[in-house]
């Protein structure tokens, strides 16, 4: 165990030349620098997050949907049916016309009745719109509160205004108080995401979502180790520029206010394209790619830092493409629907 520690936290991958983590362990008073064991606290913080959310759904977000007439509603259910049920959950939630023709005749029922059996049993899985709409509140004011803290915390940073500011002194930078709660925050919301999605409506993208969240912690996780949390609290104010847009489009879209819809999308396109294909390439990679190559030099984990920065631009570039078609679809039908609000989300999230 003590060996493949030790090949983990190997020291020419994840530091600098000439910089080991004894050289790291002892700061200055009052100094503290990152420790892979400050991470920790992002779980009890995580357990929180998750509490919050289902009493900000309740007591908040219910309330809002109501006033918005946006009720509950369980819908129609499928009677209950064991051969249906069977083929339902164990061969498939879409069956072909052999299959209906087989199941309409060993049940003596009409295939019009089997295929209304299978669509009532589908939608009974799929959440309702006051869920969605609850679901979409609570993000949106999660990520307006966390963009609303990022931006005035990097505001008084002096790497937002000069990012070579990002690697003076790399790796001997302290941990602020404030860039701590940011970047803690921030793990503990995406655990909260992989810990609601068990508890949640199974939903199809399920798996997507899945890997998308435990990627996004792993990326918060690695730049924290490696004391990249600097340049990674830009990358993190740069992506929720445009997210909590999204979900008030989301939102409106539920409430069928149409307008304020299709408004919101197309405010929400505008700052997804200025965020991830001008700034982010020309502020974020610029800095990590080319300043840091000046002052500190590459090093093993470096390059896996910037690997994985480029892949987030090439996701970008792919989005921002889905995003824009979906646009001009939306535009030359009048307006954004649920099935291209769903688009965006299962393309972003």
Known sequence: ????????????????????????????????YPKAGHLFTALP????????????????AGPCARSLHIHQGAGRRAQPNAVLEKVFTSITKNPDSRH?????????????????????????????????????????????????YGFQFLWQSPWMW?????WYGYPYQAMTPGLYHYYVT???????????????????????????????????SFSYVNNMARVGSLVLC???????????????NYAKYQRLCDFLFIV??????????????????????????AIVGPYPSWWLFNVLLLVLQVLHIIWSYLIARIAIKAILRGKVGHKESSAVRNCLF
Not at 45 to 60: D, M, P, Q, T, W
Not at 162 to 166: F, G, K, N, V
Not at 238 to 252: C, G, N, R, Y
């Open 100 to 148: 209906l023709d087989g199941l309409s005749k060993q049940l003596d029922w009409e295939v019009r009745k089997v295929q209304r059996w299978f669509r009532h049993r589908r939608n009974q899985d799929k959440p309702s719109t006051h869920t969605k709409f609850c679901e979409s509140m609570w993000r949106f004011t999660f990520y307006l509160c966390i963009f609303t």
């Open 162 to 166: 000069d990012t070579r500011h990002c």
């Open 1 to 32: 165990m003590a060996g493949l520690s030790a090949w983990f936290w190997n020291e020419r991958f994840w530091l600098p030349h000439n910089v080991t983590w004894a050289d790291l362990e002892n700061p200055a008073p009052g100094v503290e």
């Open 45 to 60: 913080l995580a357990l929180g997050i998750f509490v919050v959310r289902i009493l900000f759904e309740r007591f908040i």
């Open 186 to 220: 921030e793990l503990a919301f995406y655990w909260s995401l992989m810990f609601s999605q068990f508890t949640d409506i199974k939903r199809k993208d399920f798996l997507i979502m899945f890997i998308h969240h435990l990627a996004t912690v792993s990326l918060i």
């Open 238 to 252: 740069v992506h929720d520029a445009s997210d909590f847009l999204l979900e008030a489009a989301k939102m409106t």
């Open 268 to 293: 929400f396109s505008v700052a997804f394209f200025i965020t991830r294909l001008v700034i982010y390439p020309i502020w974020v990679l610029n800095s990590t790619m080319f300043e840091s190559w």
